[in-house]
Structures are given as C-alpha cells and as structure tokens.
Nanobody
Framework: QVQIMESGGGLVQPGGSLRLSCAAS????????MGWYRQAPGNERELVAF???????NYADSMKGRFTISRDTAKNTVYLQMNSLKPEDTAVYYC?????????WGQGTQVTVSS
C-alpha cells in the first residue's frame, strides 16, 4: 500500500506561480510512474503531466512551457511547478502513482487562479 499526499495549493493571481508537492509514503519512484491530474467543477479529470520511473516526462499540450514536473527521489516527493497561471487552471490537482494494476491517488489540493 502507498499513501500519497498533495500540498501547496492555494489562491494565486493570474500570471502568478505555485509549486505543488506530492509526497509518497515510501520509495516507489524507481518503478512507479507519477502523474499530476486536475479536475475543474463540471469537468472530467484530465492529465496534466507525468514522469516515468526512468525520468521521462510528458505534458498536456495546454501546460507545455508553463508547467514543469520533477522529483526528488531522496524525499519521495514529486513536484509540479506552475508558472503563468490562468483562471482556467483553477481546479483540484491530484497526484497519482501507477505501476501495472497498482494505482494510488492522493486526496487533491485546490488551486484557484483569480484576481
């Protein structure tokens, strides 16, 4: 079993930045793909970015150039650096760890972009 906990959400003005953190309860990054997803009210959950066990990253098109996913293996933590935030980035952001049929989600952290 793996516990995942997100943190770092909050209220930010348009054009601002936030860094989200996703802490895993044990060392899993050597085999798990870690991903950030988001869900806005009335919308389906969508992929934001992921990083594989080998360190390969991928981003949804609307996040490319603005968001960066990274990880600190020693701290069992994955980060999502979000820059140039827009009101449409407002959502609950979730972290997910996956390896085969093993999938673990965090509880989410709210990000609100508003003036």
């Amino acid at each position: 079993q793996v516990q995942i906990m997100e943190s770092g959400g909050g209220l930010v003005q348009p054009g601002g930045s936030l860094r989200l953190s996703c802490a895993a309860s044990r060392s899993i990054f050597n085999i798990y793909t870690m991903g950030w997803y988001r869900q806005a009210p009335g919308n389906e959950r969508e992929l934001v970015a992921f990083i594989t066990s080998s360190g390969r990253t991928n981003y949804a098109d609307s996040m490319k150039g603005r968001f960066t996913i990274s990880r600190d293996t020693a701290k069992n933590t994955v980060y999502l650096q979000m820059n140039s935030l827009k009101p449409e980035d407002t959502a609950v952001y979730y972290c997910r760890g996956s390896y085969g049929l093993n999938i673990y989600w965090g509880q989410g952290t709210q990000v609100t972009v508003s003036s």
